[in-house]
């Protein structure tokens, strides 16, 4: 295979982890659906969990290596582990790197599963102390750093606030304590930010959204330093399990091809739509970091390469039915969870949701929509929003 360590950014995308089938000539590696593959003639000095060796799928399979061989290098890392979900990469770095007794700093509002994991189950049966902050405040986490703090913990942008938190800042004190970074990098993908460049251990990313971009896959990837990831693939992924089915690994890695085309236009029109609804009478907030009046809009313009991605959260006036009415007006953007397909998804959440008061304070009136900006024209976006907020006289 040709060296790509030199290629631009969109040519890695394309053609790391690729290579010529050598039985056909095919110019694309196939999917390789096999739990098991031929040992050596000589396998009595065989490590039978060897994450590197392919022996059995849910030790590593070929198309999982290819996808890995990508994401390292499209995320500048030398090494990548990929999960059968981007909530198995997460806990797959709790369990390999949180030891009881420790103390983990978390973005307050982060994923359902992280909060659960960290704020519930980590706690409960291991002891580990967690403190959730709002990283978007580097001043807050500073002060949460104890002398057993073993890992800071972003999502940036957070899910669903948008908040962004300033990576090279908190790693900067994350290693001055002797504490690894984690930066949950899903909403931005690698074409918009890369962690690692700015100081983070660990960047971690659920493939099923941007990464894939089409809705039709799932999984979950970790990228960093060699030592880091092959104690998550030796501790987590052989022994926990969580493998990625190859046909999945095939789709992702067929997926990130058009990345870069993909998050192009998913910033351009979120913004357009972004601030079509921020000068809408009925529209009481809009929080997207590529607004000038998000709160933390500048640390975004410098370490998210001037693109803020596809998703935005926003409220309307009035109760949980007209949010409903709204949601059910819509004709083209769909009322559903997941982020970062191809076609516009959104979700309303009440203001009886379990985390509710973590919740900056204009998410918690009449709860909050958030709206993941598909691939459709800009115009089809907005008329659909406008005949629905007309439906429900706003
Ligand atoms: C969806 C999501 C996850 C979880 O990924 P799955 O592939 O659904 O397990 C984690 N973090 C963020 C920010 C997400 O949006």
Redesign the pocket.
């Known amino acids: 295979m040709a060296d790509f360590s030199n290629s631009d950014f969109v040519t890695r995308c394309i053609h790391v982890g690729n290579d010529i089938d050598k039985e056909t000539g095919a110019i694309r590696r196939p999917i390789t659906m096999a739990n098991s593959y031929r040992l050596p003639d000589d396998a009595s000095t065989l490590n039978w969990s060897d994450p590197n060796n392919i022996i059995y799928t849910r030790t590593t399979s070929a198309n999982q290596f290819y996808l890995q061989e990508r994401l390292a290098s499209l995320e500048g890392g030398e090494d990548c582990v990929v999960l059968a ?4 990469a ?1 806990a797959g770095v709790f369990f390999s790197f949180i030891d009881q007794d420790a103390h983990v700093i978390c973005t307050d509002v ?2 359902i ?2 909060y659960r994991l960290l704020h519930e189950y980590f706690p409960d049966k291991y002891g580990v102390e967690v403190s959730l902050v709002d990283t978007s405040n580097v001043e807050e986490v500073r002060k949460a750093i104890r002398p057993n703090t073993k890992l800071i913990h972003l ?1 940036t942008p957070g ?1 669903p606030t948008t908040r962004v938190s300033d990576i090279a800042e908190i790693a900067e004190l994350a290693h001055e304590a002797g504490a690894l970074v984690s930066v ?1 990098s ?2 931005a993908s690698p074409f918009i930010q890369r962690p690692l460049e700015l100081g983070a251990d660990l960047v971690i990313h ?4 941007y990464i894939n971009g089409h809705g039709d896959a ?3 990837a970790v990228i960093g330093k060699t030592e880091l990831i092959d104690k998550i693939k030796r501790e987590a992924m052989v022994n926990i399990g969580g493998a990625i089915s190859p046909f999945n690994a095939w789709l992702i890695t067929r997926g990130i091809v058009t990345l870069p085309l993909r998050m192009k236009q998913h910033s351009e029109t979120a913004l357009r739509v972004a601030q079509f609804l921020e000068a809408y009478p009925g529209v009481t907030f809009v929080a997207y970091p590529g607004l000038e009046s998000h709160p933390q809009h500048a640390i975004a313009k410098k370490q998210m390469h001037g693109l803020y991605s596809g998703v935005l959260s926003f409220g309307i006036d009035g109760d949980v039915a007209r949010h409903n009415d709204f949601v059910n007006a819509l004709q083209l953007i769909i009322s559903a969870v ?2 970062g397909h191809d076609e516009s998804l959104i979700v309303y959440t009440g203001p009886d949701d379990e985390r509710i008061n973590y919740y900056p304070e204009e998410f918690r009136k009449h709860g909050f929509l958030r709206f993941s900006v598909g691939l459709e024209s800009a115009n089809d976006i907005i008329k659909d929003l406008t005949q629905a907020f007309e439906k429900v006289g706003l």
């Open positions: 979900t981007g909530v198995a997460l982060s994923y599963a992280v999502e899910n949950d899903t909403f659920s493939l099923t959204k799932m999984g979950g997941s982020i």
